[in-house]
């Protein structure tokens, strides 16, 4: 979402916001055990600086989508984010919260990141590994666990923004007293994804169109005594056309959650308790290709995906200078099912699937930190319950209403255990030694476990057999206040992944008929990948005025058979820069993707990719800045996706932007 339009002169009048990040939470402080893992702390104005929350994190922390599309443009199948690039999903590998409240879908594990308006958010904590702790199960490569700005510390604020061929936003904010809204609309108009001489008459510009409000009411009870209630309210509705003619997916939620926080001091320990509740819906429309890419034909209307997800969760926090514990327990409820029409013949749906079931992760957690003087040591455990229960599968023929397929899944549970531990050494003044170990799993979605897909002409089957991913890990690193580098080496079990069990043209039991140029592939737990790498992380100051960001991973993943996984890359890296002359400020960033592959059996070769982003703020007055910026500079060809034909798909090229904001 582009709702990052001025970083930091919109802020901070001239000047850019302070580097520290408080981040204001309907939850504890940060967990002092952190540090001795691959934490990154992201404060207002790094979460801010580029038009997508998910773009700021990809430039600061490699986090990524499963395609290297951003969630401007992107499906919103394709949004689920992971770390490491040890084996992306597009359910995503990493736990994403907001104030404590889970963001991945209820259906699909995905993040509809244009319902998270960014300029609501006042930082992010991403921690890196398995095992989250009390940050609740699910975060196998790693947590990234946005925080929102407090009402009595929001400024009123407008922002607009318009681009090339018709692309504009509009985002406003506004805080009276302990209340506080915020809200946005945009639209995002791309390129068409397949490029000259592929292209044909069936494909078309990408387009996103998106709003999202969200009102968060933050009160202290009995100041000084008590603690603080905290109420969040939620909506979004967005849209995407993702390159094909007739290629549509609606996307729309609404979330709730109330909670009460009593933070830990000396003198007392702290209490959390909190409810949440979310809805989510998902229509996606797709379609095959004609010859010569000369049209398109409908052939999967997935007309509604309604799901619910509902959790609690209630902690004790102590604290004191040298000790620190939490235990709590946490729950999630996941319920939804997808209903669509497909096999379409001569323009209209022959049968209707309706696809879902519920699932249940329950968990009791313990964590603690010790100081020893130079020395500090944390550890945590969580004990989960996973069930997954009215699996169901039902296809019928529509010119005769008979059954055609009836699937009843078993209800199956897994118990487990996870953990973490680690180490910190002050081994000089300002510079930490850490190390780590852990483990942590992922259970599969209702939508990997139950729904069947269609991109093109190629389909990937569901599988209610799957069971949890685990992933263990080792890493060590050091740390000072330039500069973050780090070792891990991981090793990911039974990873949910798209396995290639047929070709076209062929009939497949339950698939059914697979075109000429098509793929059958089937969602299953794939033996193990193991994963080692490094990571930097690093700011240098060149002047008073002028500074260098820069981060990078490293990731050689590969697969029992010695293959990378779908999507990995060999490498991400970021360069930034910042040069401050105020009332100017003038920033650059270039983000780098390593060479991927679109398959599992790595015939199909993503090429390395750059982009380079620019932009200008110019602080009329003291609440006013004017900014301009250029998205892919360089015009880069920057490939997303190839198909089992050989057609490649791309990402939007350079655009133009103008933009004026105001905070009081």
């Known amino acids: 979402m582009t709702t990052a339009l001025f970083p930091a002169a919109a802020y901070a009048q001239s000047a850019p916001e302070p580097a520290d990040v408080v981040i204001q939470a309907n939850r504890f402080a940060i967990y002092r ?36 599309s951003s969630s401007l443009t992107a499906n919103p199948t394709v949004q689920g984010m992971s770390l490491r690039a040890i084996a992306p999903s597009g359910a995503g590998r990493a736990l994403v919260t907001l104030d404590g409240v889970p963001q991945n879908d209820p259906f699909g594990g ?10 609501a958010l006042n930082g992010a904590h991403v921690v890196r590994g398995a095992g989250g702790g009390a940050y609740g199960a699910g975060a196998l490569t790693g947590v990234v666990d946005l925080g929102l700005t407090a009402p009595r510390g929001q400024s009123d604020y407008l922002r607009l923004e318009a ?208 100081d020893y003087g130079v020395m500090s040591l944390t550890g945590a455990v969580r004990l989960d319950q996973w069930q997954s229960h009215d699996g169901h599968r039902q296809e019928t023929d529509l010119t005769n209403g008979a059954a055609v397929l009836n699937l009843k899944s078993d209800a199956r549970s897994y118990t487990v255990v996870s953990a973490r531990l680690g180490a910190t050494w002050d081994i000089a003044e300002g510079r930490i030694l850490r190390a780590a170990a852990y483990n942590g799993f992922r259970p599969p979605s209702l939508n990997e476990l139950y729904r069947p897909f269609r991109v093109g002409n190629d389909v990937t089957e569901a599988n209610a057999e799957l069971k949890p991913e685990t992933l263990s890990g080792v890493e060590i690193g050091v740390r000072d206040r330039h500069v973050d580098v780090g070792l891990f080496y ?62 990078a991973t490293w990731t050689h993943a590969r697969t029992d058979d010695g293959r990378r996984p779908a999507q990995a890359p060999a490498y991400s890296a970021a360069i930034g820069l910042d040069a401050d002359f105020a009332p100017i400020r003038l920033t650059a ?28 703020d110019y602080a009329l007055t003291d609440h006013l800045t004017l900014s301009g910026r250029v998205a892919n500079a360089f015009d880069s060809d920057i490939q997303i996706a190839r198909s089992g034909d050989g057609t490649v798909q791309f990402d939007t090229g350079r655009r133009f932007y103008f933009g004026l904001a105001w905070r009081r």
């Open 33 to 68: 055990g952190d540090a001795a893992f691959s934490a990154i702390d992201l404060n207002r104005d790094d979460v801010a600086r580029s038009p997508a929350i998910d773009l700021s994190l990809k430039r600061t922390t490699q986090a990524a989508l499963f395609r290297r």
């Open 110 to 119: 995905w993040v509809i990141w244009a319902g998270i308006p960014q300029t």
């Open 163 to 370: 681009g090339e061929r018709g692309s504009h936003q509009v985002a406003l904010g506004a805080a009276i007293g302990d209340l506080s809204l915020h809200y946005v609309t945009q639209t995002q108009n791309g390129d068409p994804a397949v490029h000259a001489p592929q292209r044909g008459a069936a494909d078309r510009p990408t387009f996103g169109e998106d709003t999202a409000y969200l009102v968060n009411y933050r009160r202290e009870v009995c100041p000084g005594v008590c603690g603080y209630l905290d109420l969040l309210a939620g909506h979004y509705d967005s849209r995407r056309d993702t390159g094909l003619a007739g290629g549509i997916a609606t996307s729309s939620g609404d979330s709730l959650s109330a909670g009460f926080t009593r933070p830990a001091t000396d003198e007392h320990n702290g209490l959390r308790l909190q409810v949440w509740h979310r809805t989510s819906d998902l229509a996606n429309r797709s379609v095959s290709v004609g010859a010569g890419r000369a049209s398109t034909t409908l052939a999967n209307d997935q007309v509604a995906t309604p799901a619910s997800g509902t959790g609690v969760l209630a902690a004790i926090r102590h604290q004191s200078p040298d000790l620190e514990w939490e235990i709590g327990f946490d729950a999630r409820f996941n319920d939804g099912q997808s209903e669509e029409y497909y096999r379409y013949m001569s323009g209209a749906p022959t049968r209707f699937r309706v696809a879902g079931g519920q699932t249940s992760l329950a968990g009791l957690y313990g964590e603690a930190t010790k």
């Open 490 to 551: 991981n090793v990911l079990k039974d990873p949910v992944t798209n396995v290639t069990i047929g070709v076209g043209p062929g009939t497949f039991p339950t698939a059914g008929f697979i075109p000429a140029g098509g793929v059958l592939r089937q969602r299953r737990n794939g033996g193990e990948i193991t994963a080692y790498g490094v990571e930097v992380r690093g700011d240098y100051p060149v002047t008073e005025r002028v500074a260098l960001t820069g981060s």
């Open 589 to 616: 960033d270039v983000v780098f993707d390593g060479e991927a592959f679109e398959d599992d059996l790595n015939t199909l070769v993503l090429e390395p990719s750059q982009r380079l982003d620019l932009r200008a």
